[in-house]
C-alpha cells in the first residue's frame, strides 16, 4: 500500500469514526458511502484487524479502533496547524476559534480585544462543566477552554485568569438587601436558590460551610447559572455566585459574606501544550496575558 493510499484509508476511518457512521463520513469527505466503506474495508483486511463492529444500522469502535482514533485525531489536527502554519494571515482573517466554557464572563474582555484586532476570525463560544471542558479540549472539538479546577498532568497550557470569593446576591426590595455582609447563621433562616450538585460554587459553599458547622439544603435547585439568576430575580430567594460572575443587572444586590475568604473561586484559560502554538490560540492566549499583567485600575 502506498503511503497516499494509507493516508486515503486513514481519513475514511477517521471520519467514519468521528461522524458515528459511514453515511454521514461520505456526506463530509463529498464521496460516496460505498467507497468509503471500501477503503475502511481494505485497512481492516490489510493489517488484519477489526476497527468498528458493525450491528445492523449501528457502528461502534472496537479497542482498537478507539486507540487508532486518538492517533488520527493528532494525525489530522497536525495537518490543521500545518496548514495553518503555511497560511498564517489567512487563519487571522476568516478563521474561526472555539472556545468552552464554564462561564464566558471571564473572558468577555479578552474576547473583546481579540474581535477588534482579529474582526475575521469568527468565535464559538459553548458552555459546559469542567469535565465537558476537558472532553472538548481532548477530542479537538475547542481550542480554548475555561474553567475553575486545573486538571492534574502536564498535557495542558494554563493562564490564571482571576480569583475572586463566592458573595450572596437577593433581588432588588429583597429585606437583606441592604445588609452591610450576612454570615453563615443569617443564611439558616432564609431560603436558597442553588446550581444542582457538580457546581463548583455550590461545592465550595458546601464546603466552607461545612468547615464552620453549618449544613444547607437549598430551597431550590436549578439547573445552570442563569436560572438561579431569574428565580432569585423573581424575590424567591437568595443565591450566591463568584463576584466575577455576578455581572450587571439591574433587578439584583449582591450581598457580601462574611465567609468569603474561605470561598475563592479560580478561573483559568487552558488549552492543551500541543496546540499551544496555532495562530488563533497564540493570539488569544497573548492578549489575555498583557491583560492578566495590566495593573488593575
Given at each position: 500500500m502506498t503511503a497516499q493510499m494509507r493516508y486515503v484509508q486513514l481519513r475514511a476511518f477517521h471520519y467514519v469514526a468521528i461522524c458515528g457512521g459511514f453515511s454521514r463520513a461520505a456526506e463530509e469527505l463529498f464521496l460516496?458511502?460505498?467507497a468509503i466503506s471500501d477503503q475502511v474495508r481494505k485497512l481492516e483486511e490489510e493489517y488484519d484487524i477489526l476497527l468498528f463492529n458493525r450491528h445492523k444500522k449501528q457502528v461502534t469502535l472496537t479497542p482498537a479502533g478507539a486507540?487508532?482514533?486518538?492517533?488520527?485525531?493528532?494525525?489530522?489536527?497536525n495537518e490543521d496547524q500545518a496548514r495553518e502554519l503555511l497560511s498564517e494571515s489567512r487563519a487571522t482573517r476568516a478563521g474561526t476559534l472555539r472556545i468552552v466554557a464554564d462561564s464566558a464572563?471571564?473572558?468577555l474582555k479578552i474576547l473583546a480585544l481579540f474581535r477588534e484586532k482579529y474582526p475575521g476570525v469568527a468565535v464559538v463560544i459553548s458552555g459546559g462543566n469542567t469535565?465537558?471542558?476537558?472532553?472538548?479540549?481532548?477530542?479537538?472539538?475547542?481550542?480554548?477552554?475555561v474553567?475553575?479546577?486545573l486538571p492534574p498532568g502536564r498535557e495542558f497550557e494554563t493562564l490564571a485568569l482571576?480569583?475572586?470569593?463566592?458573595?450572596?446576591?437577593v433581588a432588588k426590595g429583597h429585606p437583606v438587601a441592604g445588609r452591610a455582609a450576612l454570615t453563615f447563621?443569617?443564611?439558616?433562616?432564609l431560603p436558597l436558590v442553588m446550581r444542582e450538585h457538580g457546581s463548583k460554587t455550590r461545592k465550595k459553599f458546601e464546603e466552607a460551610a461545612a468547615a464552620n458547622g453549618f449544613s444547607f439544603t437549598p430551597a431550590i435547585t436549578a439547573e445552570g447559572r442563569e436560572a438561579v439568576r431569574e428565580i432569585v430575580a423573581s424575590g424567591a430567594g437568595v443565591g450566591v455566585v463568584s463576584v466575577a460572575e455576578f455581572g450587571e443587572d439591574p433587578r439584583l444586590i449582591r450581598v457580601p459574606l462574611e465567609a468569603e475568604a474561605q470561598m475563592v473561586m479560580e478561573e483559568n484559560l487552558i488549552c492543551l501544550r500541543e496546540r499551544r502554538g496555532g495562530k488563533?490560540?497564540?493570539a488569544f492566549l497573548e492578549i489575555a496575558q498583557k491583560l492578566a499583567a495590566a495593573p488593575v485600575p
Open positions: 460516496t458511502q460505498p486507540r487508532l482514533l486518538d492517533i488520527t485525531r493528532r494525525l489530522f489536527d464572563q471571564h473572558v469535565e465537558t471542558v476537558i472532553e472538548s479540549l481532548f477530542s479537538y472539538e475547542a481550542d480554548l477552554g474553567l475553575g479546577d482571576n480569583a475572586t470569593p463566592i458573595t450572596a446576591f447563621q443569617d443564611l439558616m433562616g488563533l490560540v497564540s
